[in-house]
T-cell receptor, first 114, second 114 residues
Framework: AQTVTQSQPEMSVQEAETVTLSCTYDTSENNYYLFWYKQPPSRQMILVIRQEAYKQQNATENRFSVNFQKAAKSFSLKISDSQLGDTAMYFCAFGPSGNTPLVFGKGTRLSVIA | EPEVTQTPSHQVTQMGQEVILRCVPISNHLYFYWYRQILGQKVEFLVSFYNNEISEKSEIFDDQFSVERPDGSNFTLKIRSTKLEDSAMYFC????????????FGDGTRLSIL
């Protein structure tokens, strides 16, 4: 069974600084998808960024980027120029194939401090 | 941008009662999912639905739960004889047929069992 591990229950960062959230996963699959979802206090689930395992290039979305290390099964999220609105729970999620259910990590609570 | 819509946003129910949580997926999506998040815990998969039938379900999804797509737009989760431990946030998600596209989540229904 696939598992997703987020080893940092809580993190904090100063506004405008950079923070990296870690995620590791375990799978025997070769093709799969990885996601980071943001859950603000309102508890919506908002897709931040995604990575397809067959793509070597790391995904980027504006201030958000990932460091995908397939051999190490690592998928970290880097947030640059942190903003107060980035304060939220961040969940790493693994998708074994395109349409199968997602497996989530336990989340990292990020606080951006002014 | 199209959205997944969930109603109600908050449901309070007496233990033992039945509840129906409603979701309107994005109109051209074909895969539908229900997830649950107990307060402070990770998001857990309940059930997926495709082509008018359940395609996969987790061990959480026992006989107490059922899903239905009663018409062309709604996707419902029914919980019979609710228990205190059913209190959670319930998320609906939908996805189109392309394997590289992500699941889109609704804003969730907060279910409180008294």
């Amino acid at each position: 069974a696939q598992t997703v591990t987020q080893s940092q229950p809580e993190m904090s960062v100063q506004e405008a600084e950079t923070v990296t959230l870690s995620c590791t996963y375990d799978t025997s699959e070769n093709n799969y998808y990885l996601f980071w979802y943001k859950q603000p206090p309102s508890r919506q689930m908002i897709l931040v960024i995604r990575q397809e395992a067959y793509k070597q290039q790391n995904a980027t979305e504006n201030r958000f980027s990932v460091n995908f290390q397939k051999a190490a099964k690592s998928f970290s999220l880097k947030i640059s120029d942190s903003q107060l609105g980035d304060t939220a729970m961040y969940f790493c999620a693994f998708g074994p194939s395109g349409n199968t259910p997602l497996v989530f990590g336990k989340g990292t609570r990020l606080s951006v401090i002014a | 941008e199209p959205e997944v819509t969930q109603t109600p946003s908050h449901q309070v129910t007496q233990m033992g009662q039945e509840v129906i949580l409603r979701c309107v997926p994005i109109s051209n999506h074909l895969y539908f999912y229900w997830y649950r998040q107990i307060l402070g815990q990770k998001v857990e998969f309940l059930v997926s639905f495709y082509n008018n039938e359940i395609s996969e379900k987790s061990e959480i999804f026992d006989d107490q739960f059922s899903v239905e797509r009663p018409d062309g737009s709604n996707f419902t989760l029914k919980i019979r004889s609710t228990k205190l431990e059913d209190s959670a946030m319930y998320f609906c998600a939908s996805k189109d047929s392309y394997s590289n596209q992500p699941q889109h989540f609704g804003d969730g229904t907060r279910l409180s069992i008294l």
